[in-house]
């Protein structure tokens, strides 16, 4: 049996729930776009359209939540790594969009590329924990009117997994939806096996972004699941309590789940976080903390609730490098997602409160997930089937060493052997030049990346994605 | 009677009790004080209490805002009396603020507003999703010192060098200090578009402005 953790329980489940019925219903949210409104409208929201605001009322909550689907598959371009959900175990993601890289030549903090991105999801390929990508850097050295189409297809190129990205503009739907059907087999069998979708971030408190939000409508063509990702922090942008800031960004997810579902019931959806917590001195928004871990893992526990895959930001560090601050507070962000059974926890590779990527920190914190995910499978059966009659084959005294069940134990899941972490005595690790769990991971790290990309895709395909990116760079600059 | 109403100005302020800093503010132009007085005299000495004791660590950061707040809405209710008597509060500086065109992610500039507000400027806030056009028109119309562009999303940070451009453009950028921000901004993008300093929070943002100023 799996090691669970409760950090919602039903009651509070309850009280999240109406606490978030009445801030959609009493407040109501700010709506920059275009499409949202009217949706609402006519669905019988109470819609301001001077002021821009809709306050919605219990029954859409309701509806759109029956609409929502409960099961779908999270697919792959190659099927191996498909993931279906809701997930009996917690995978990860890479977190993504950040600003910076540590590079990973000179250690100096500079802005992403292309490149950097490609490195890192070549690297997330390579770790077992990871079933979904996301770009972690936004590529400076594209151009900004159609950044994020190279951005979604140096994904696609780099990594077989799920890959998930964002879209700014209504304007380059039509480049992405080209793109897609291009990589995967034609709008069809994208639609059928959702091998890509879109992650959408409300703007705390209680404001859709416009262009967005448009967009990702416009996207429904394609079926795109799309992961609803609220990020209220605790005391700046939402409530300075870890209840109350919770509810907020529920009832921030709610109200995306109406709108996704009204203009295209059945949609598929994925419920997520990423809440923050605030330095009290300087107002700056923190990831790492305990408080963010409770709130994550209450809030997937509200996805569950809801009936819906549940997943959440987490594997967060606010630590300005690598080191031992960033493994103490991924690990802290990412135990409480996993033990309320969070699908997909997104944070691998990140530090500087999601702001830079680390290639070694991929590596890092996918031993952190086997870790975690080893503490979850508990204590699990007993190995012998008689106790009593192994013990009493050694007797007072002796030694289970040679035992067969000691022998099985050794390549077994029962007991976790660590791929980055070192177990040499003091004296042999000295010999060994003191080599780090970093080191071992940037050594890894550099193995993959002179290796061959694994899923390569055809030539053929490449070559239509360059052309439509070039086509693209003209005519959204 | 005077300085007992201006000792519960400054403590509206020190307790962040906006309420009770409006009805004092009320109550001073009810009994005909100089509106310049109340505030030098009440409401200032409560921020300057709150600004140490922020310094010192002995407060934290909630703590100026509500004082901030409390003091921005006195002064409101003070406004219309000031303008009547074609009086203008001394001020640090005059700083225009907003999010570069294309980001409503606001924050961070609320953040860094309420701390200059505190600090002794007077902030004219644009709000989000500003054009550069706006800024200039802005900085024109009050004769800013200082302009704040913040920024949360990579694309949309272009809109600062977008603002420092137009100001050069207008033939106002060597009259005003331009101040930008925002988690992807660095003092390296800064010095790239022109800008003359980088407030990694609002704390800083606060001290960069008044080294910026020499104030």
Redesign the interface.
Known sequence: MRTAATFLGESDRERVHDASLRILAETGLRF?GELALPLLADAGAQVDAEAGTARIPRALVEAALATAPRTFTLGARNPIHDYPLPSPVTRYAIDG?A??TIDFDTGE?R?GTRRDSTEALRVLQEADMAVMAWPPV?A?DAP?GS??LHEFTGMIRATSKHGQHEL?TRAQVPYLVEALSIAGGGADAVRRRHPWSVVYCP?APL?H?GPMLDAYLDLGILDLPVMIMPMP?A???GP?GLFANTALANAEALSAIVVFQLARPGRPLIYSSATGS????????LGGTPEVGIMSAALATMGRFYGLPATAGGCTSDAPAPGPEAVIEKLITMLPQALAGADIVIGFGEIQ?D?ALVLEQILVDNELAHFVERLIEGIGEPAAPDVATEVAGVGPGGHFLANPATRRAARSREFLTPTLIGRHGYEAWRELGSPSMYGRARERVQEILAGPVVDPLPEAIEAELDRLLATADAELA | MTQELFDAMRQSVIDGDDEEAIELAKEALADGIDPLEAIDGGYVPGIRHVGDAFRT?EL???DMMAAARAMQRAIAILEPEMLARASKRQVVGRAVIGTAKGD??E?GKN?VGMMLTADGFEVFDLGVDVSPERFVEKVREVDADVVGVSAL???TM?GQRAVIEALKAAGLRDGVKVLVGG??V?RA?ADEIGADGFGE????AVAVTRTLLGV
Do not use: C, E, K
């Open positions: 920059h969009t600003a910076f903090r802005y936004s400076s900004a950044r994020v700014h703007v404001v972004d922090v005391g700046t942008t300075a605030m330095d009290f001195r300087s107002g700056a928004y409160g702001q | 660590g934290f950061l909630p409503i992610h924050i953040l999303l990579t694309t272009v988690a992807p660095n993008w929070d609002a704390v800083d």
